[in-house]
């Protein structure tokens, strides 16, 4: 259940009423001369962000013919690839084409634009427009579907209510993106500061300070699928994620902290143990 849904089942626990897209809002109609707009108003879909992430100034603006009008409060979809979840509240004014699907709400009295928006940069309304978009190499979304996906609607001070506290955790998760950022940044520079050669330090091979130790076969009679109370030790073999975890056993190979170095390939994987029995792949 996606964070929307467990606010609208909290704020209305006696439930919500639900009407098509098309009953509430439509396709933007109204044209213009494309000389009306610039590298800031002009939305095109290479200038829409993945993942919800907004958009940028365009790169390309066109100079003859018209473009489609889009207002403040409209959202704006890519509809080419819609699996790369393309979507801006358009927060001014401007023009687009129709790779975007430019929505309008036509009945302000039901639903409002910030509450329509988080709608829409669902999870579950981009599978459905996924599910529902036609071609292969280079799928659009279909736009007569994507006006029948059924949207909730909640009295409108609900709807105020949900959107300031989306808006919150939005801002919130936005700073702690930053402050990762930065912290990483900084650990980067100084890990590299001090990984240098002529820092003054002492330096040795990892021979000279380490035992290396390979993998092997996991004992006969100690191997487990699942963790348990007795296998509670991971067995790692080369792998990506959960894929390198192949099981559990009760004797561990290395007792120790330990940092292990994928084997084989080039997957630049490594990673800081505990005691771990590490098995070496097929």
Known sequence: MGRLDRLLEELCPEGVEYRKLGDVAQYAKKRTEAAQVNESTYVGVENLLPNKQGKIKSSYVPQTGVVIVFEKGDILIGNIRP?????????????????????????????????????????RFFLYDIENSKGAKMPRGDKKAVLEYRVPTPPLPIQTEIVRILDNFSELSEKLATELAMRRKQYEYYRDKLLTPDCGTRWFTIGEVCD????????????????????RIPIYSNGVGKNALYGFTDQAKIENVCVTISARGTLDIVRYKKSLFIRLSD
């Open 212 to 231: 290396l130790s390979a993998g092997g076969d996991i004992p006969k009679g100690h191997y487990s699928k699942e963790r348990n109370n007795k296998y």
């Open 83 to 123: 699996y790369l979840r393309k979507i801006w509240l358009a927060d001014c004014e401007g023009g687009t084409n129709g790779d975007v699907l430019a929505i309008q709400i036509n009945r302000k009295e039901k639903i409002t634009p910030g509450f329509l928006y988080y709608v829409l940069s669902s999870e």
